[in-house]
């Protein structure tokens, strides 16, 4: 199994389990957010929704390049981005506090899906950051879209996309994007950090969330994450791209 789900009063967390590929995300990975996030939509036992990664090295690392290479052209590359764009738009929409509890390394995909939830709780060790350049192509899943909505400063958000980099934890602190940096296990992070959200009626939490969820709807946030994928569809198809992956496939087998 790709993922592991697992509710706890309330506080359904969602583990992305691919370890030994550094919590990539393939197909199965897709089918069980959606799974999750129709349980949550079904159900008013859920309180808050909790996405991490596997181990201590890496929250999610991105699409699993071994895996969507094969889409060669705008058009394959598009129906495998607007899925997954679809999937984090369900999510970052959500009636219930989302919080990204990242135990490592978040970089491409990987920071765009914690880029959507509405909390990022960052371990001191990790490292996160839009790499998606280095691959020739944009965020293709909706997350720079989100990033320019999460109250960053323009200049800084802009940057943290067009450096392509990963930043160190405490960058991410100081620039905004991390709410909180932990050194404890990531359970009593998230235990510290829910426990006076748990005091409040849950109806509290999904009024507020509407408030925010309002303002989206006025901004056409779906339309213009839509727009964000076909831009990236249209660099995948590239020689750049390709010749960027083929070189990082090519590294990752000589390791």
């Known amino acids: 199994m790709a993922y592991q789900i697992h509710n706890n009063d309330g506080v359904l967390t969602f583990t992305i389990d691919r370890e030994e590929k550094r919590n ?14 129709t349980y949550i ?14 181990g201590e090295k890496a ?3 991105g699409g699993d390049l071994s895996e969507f290479h094969s889409l060669q052209t705008e058009e394959q590359a598009f129906g495998m981005l607007s899925k997954m764009g679809n999937i984090l738009y369900d999510l970052a929409t959500l009636r219930v506090p989302t919080i990204a509890l990242i135990n490592g390394a978040a970089v491409g ?9 509405d ?18 192509i944009t965020s293709g899943w909706g997350g720079g879209t989100y990033l320019f909505e999460r109250g960053l400063r323009h200049d800084r958000a802009l940057k943290m996309l067009v450096d392509a980099k990963v930043y160190e934890a405490q ?3 100081e620039i ?7 050194d404890s296990s990531k359970e009593q992070a998230l235990e510290e950090f829910i426990a006076d959200m748990r005091k409040i009626h849950p109806s509290v939490h999904q009024a507020y969330k509407e408030i925010e969820l309002r303002k989206w709807k006025e901004r056409n946030i779906y339309n213009r994450v839509m727009e964000e994928i076909r831009l990236c569809a249209k660099l995948w198809e590239s020689d750049a791209h390709n010749e960027a992956v083929n ?7 000589s390791k």
């Open 24 to 37: 990539a995300v393939n197909d199965e990975v897709m089918e069980g957010l959606k799974k999750v996030i």
């Open 41 to 54: 939509k079904e159900h008013e036992d859920v309180r808050f929704l909790v996405v991490t990664g596997a």
């Open 109 to 117: 995909g990987g920071c765009e899906i914690a880029t959507a939830c």
């Open 247 to 253: 070189s990082f496939l090519s590294k990752s087998k």
């Open 59 to 61: 929250f999610c690392s």
């Open 176 to 182: 905004g994007w991390a709410m909180r940096v932990f």
């Open 119 to 136: 909390f990022r709780l960052v371990a001191s060790h990790a490292k996160c950051g839009f790499i998606q350049g280095t691959l020739a």
């Open 171 to 173: 960058l991410l602190h």
